[in-house]
């Protein structure tokens, strides 16, 4: 494919074929990186400034990692690529007829993109299932921001209960609440009381951190509902080790700012309230609100949760010079799983590459099972993949060794496994600073 020289509102002059990938996440830098040496011009769309790598993104909510460690900036990850433009903005219209895509800028403004191809990796977000105002007691885990507001909470709740005079008024403040039992539910669980009883047990004087009641409330029959019975079993057997309390069978029906509600699954629609000062909430994704954008734009419908139903290809019905990658497409089921975006990326991408080349293979997408891995507590993980089941401190070493082996940079893979070392050795966990969101809100009297 040609095209004439066509400058875009970024001030760019562009006179090659031009691929625009919406997201900086899995799917969106794989895709990047396969156009090395293709004679493309790539622009990465992105609403943050760097690629955030989302499984460790707990172990920052829980002091144990910096948000430096487990972040990279995409213009240094993609610094040698000569073909690749990074460009900071929030994908918000898309003229299929035109191909020219408009994004936002953080102070409101607009510019176009116009592309040839575009590969869409824009992710999912928490989804709170219709009760959108549980956000502001319950923050979710997809974000940077979702962690340090969670490090904020769980840090403060040990403050707060310090400082008051009876047990009573204590309680809720020691009260953890995590709603959802798939992998980032059980391992948020599982580092919040940790936190409590490694890190923070000599340091207080008025309170134990160690009496921290840490609530699992999960609608399924067995946590980790993703992996074998047998090793989801072994999860259990470590939480409840540790002191987690797991409650099954029951959805949370409401939350507020001091306690939480689940009813049961079954017949009897038992309601419990729990006083909970600290709320937590990994219960299911949706897509972000881009997708429907782009559904409407190209004519197609929308699967559960948002996503986007996809072609073998990975392409978008009726618009073949358009693919949907990583959480956001829909195809037979594939979970939403860092490596599904990975490689569905680097797939999207190939077509392209293959179709400049005077070669337009298109090959159905065809995943690749690595595996799937969940960290339990200290020397107990899972990992899974296809017959392979490991678990306890084999499963702990191997899931350690896969983190590193996918986190961005050698700066980053050696700090999180210095940082590792010195936990292990001595149990403090140093990331504990809280922010309060911006400099007017830290200003103010605690009060205001």
Not at 104 to 114: A, N
Not at 209 to 221: K, T
Not at 379 to 395: D, E, K, N, T
Request: with cysteine; proline share 5%; hydrophobic share 40%.
């Amino acid at each position: 494919m040609t095209t004439t020289q066509e400058s875009s509102s970024l001030g760019l002059q562009r006179s090659r074929p031009r691929v625009v990938i919406v997201g900086g996440g899995f799917g969106g830098v794989y895709a990047a990186k396969r156009f090395r040496g293709v004679d493309v011009d790539v622009t990465l769309l992105d609403r943050g400034t760097s690629h955030v790598f989302q499984p460790l993104l707990y172990q920052c909510a829980t002091g144990l990692l910096s948000e430096g460690e487990i972040t990279t900036p995409l213009r240094h990850l993609l610094r040698g690529y000569s073909n690749i433009h990074v460009a900071l903005g929030e994908a918000q219209s898309i003229d299929a007829d035109q191909k020219v895509l408009t994004a936002s800028r953080f102070d409101g403004s607009t510019f176009d993109v116009p592309y040839d191809y575009l590969i869409v990796a824009a992710g999912m977000r928490q989804a709170y299932h219709g009760h959108d105002e549980y956000i502001q007691w319950a923050p979710g885990m997809k974000t940077l921001d979702d962690a340090l507001a969670i490090r904020r909470k769980l840090i403060s709740a040990f403050e707060m209960a310090e400082s008051l005079p009876t047990p009573e008024e204590r309680k809720p403040w020691l009260t953890f609440a995590v709603a959802g039992g798939g992998p980032t539910g059980v391992e948020l669980a599982g580092q919040i009381r940790e936190l409590a009883l490694r890190a923070l047990a000599h340091e207080f004087q008025s309170i134990d951190p160690g009496e921290a009641r840490v609530l699992l409330l999960h609608g399924g029959d067995r946590v980790l509902p993703s992996f074998n019975r047998k090793l989801s079993a072994a999860a259990q057997a470590t939480l409840d080790k540790i002191g987690v309390e797991t409650h099954l069978g029951v959805h949370v029906t409401d939350v507020s700012e001091t306690s939480v509600e689940t009813t049961s699954k079954d017949g009897a629609k038992a309601k419990n309230r729990f006083d909970a000062r600290t709320i937590l909430w990994t219960a299911g994704v949706e897509a972000v609100p881009f997708a429907s954008v782009l559904a409407q734009a190209l004519g197609v419908k929308q699967a559960a949760g948002g996503r986007i139903e996809v072609n073998p290809d990975l392409s978008v019905p009726g618009h073949p010079n358009v693919w949907v990658v990583g959480d956001m497409m829909a195809l037979k089921d594939l979970p939403g799983v860092a490596e599904v975006a990975m490689q569905g990326g680097r797939h999207a991408a190939g077509c392209i590459a293959r179709a400049e080349r005077g070669a337009p293979d298109r090959k159905p997408f065809k995943y690749r099972d690595l595996g799937s891995a969940a960290y339990i507590a200290r020397r107990h993980a899972l990992v899974q993949a296809g017959p392979i089941q490991m678990s306890g401190a084999v499963g702990w070493v191997s899931w350690g060794v896969i983190h590193i082996a996918f986190l961005a940079g050698y700066r980053n893979r050696s700090g999180t496994l210095l940082n590792w070392a010195v936990t292990l050795a001595s149990g403090a966990r140093r990331e504990r600073a809280i922010t309060y969101g911006d400099p007017q809100s830290a200003r103010q009297p605690y009060d205001a």
